[in-house]
């Protein structure tokens, strides 16, 4: 099985939609994080968690919010899904501290398509 | 804002030719990533430079680190067909910072 594991891996959806991605980890990492991959944009972090209790908003956090249920278990919510949210979504975890804590393990990815 | 800027954007070579890849930054770093990513895949972590290193290796990769220019480079010696693939570089700029991608080179290796 694999270390971090995103749900659905592919999710076709219409606009207005509410849409859940979920992410969890067998790694034991306490940091979680939520990307954006768009073509020629390279990754945008969305959010991150350092801690179950812990949330921040990273550089485009606008139309998304997420949920730190428990140290396994990142999910990334669209409430209103837009045309514009289409890419590829993408979960990584991080040890807390020391060398381990500047490598992200990524997940393999939820491709979201927004009709 | 990006932090990290990769140089060329595409890259084509024959299997058994080296790769080398270039990666510019604005601010100062802590420390310096190269990732990987097969085509619809996620990132696999492939090196990591300090800010006071100069050079690492690991197999046939090698990377540089200038402070003095911001800039990075990735060489891939005797490429294979298998590392064909989006290389980007990650940057970090403190402790506690968020790593920072740039928008990724495409590296296809001809057999």
């Known amino acids: 099985d694999a270390d971090v594991t995103q749900t659905p891996r592919n999710r076709i959806t219409k606009t207005g939609k509410r849409i859940m991605l979920e992410c969890s980890q067998t790694?034991?990492?306490?940091?979680m994080y939520w990307y954006r991959q768009d073509p020629g944009l390279g990754l945008r972090l969305i959010y991150y968690?350092?801690?179950?209790?812990?949330?921040n908003k990273g550089e485009i956090s606008d139309g998304y919010s997420v949920s730190r249920q428990a140290q396994a278990k990142f999910s990334l919510s669209l409430e209103s899904a837009i045309p514009n949210q289409t890419a590829l979504y993408f979960c990584a975890t991080s040890e807390r501290q020391g060398i381990g804590a500047n490598v992200l393990t990524f997940g393999a990815g939820s491709r979201l398509t927004v009709l | 804002s990006q932090q990290g800027e990769e140089d060329p954007q595409a890259l084509s070579i024959q299997e058994g030719e080296n790769a080398t890849m270039n990666c510019s930054y604005k601010t100062s770093i802590n420390n310096l990533q190269w990732y990987r990513q097969n085509s619809g895949r996620g990132l696999v972590h492939l090196i990591l430079?300090?800010?006071?290193?100069r050079e690492k290796h690991s197999g046939r990769l090698r990377v540089t680190l200038d402070t003095s220019k911001k800039s990075s480079s990735l060489l891939i010696t005797a490429s294979r067909a298998a590392d064909t693939a989006s290389y980007f570089c990650a940057t970090r700029t403190g402790a506690n910072s968020k790593l920072t991608f740039g928008k990724g080179i495409t590296l296809s290796v001809r057999p």
């Open positions: 430079i300090r800010s006071n290193e």
């Open positions: 968690s350092f801690d179950v209790k812990d949330i």
């Open positions: 790694k034991g990492h306490d940091r």
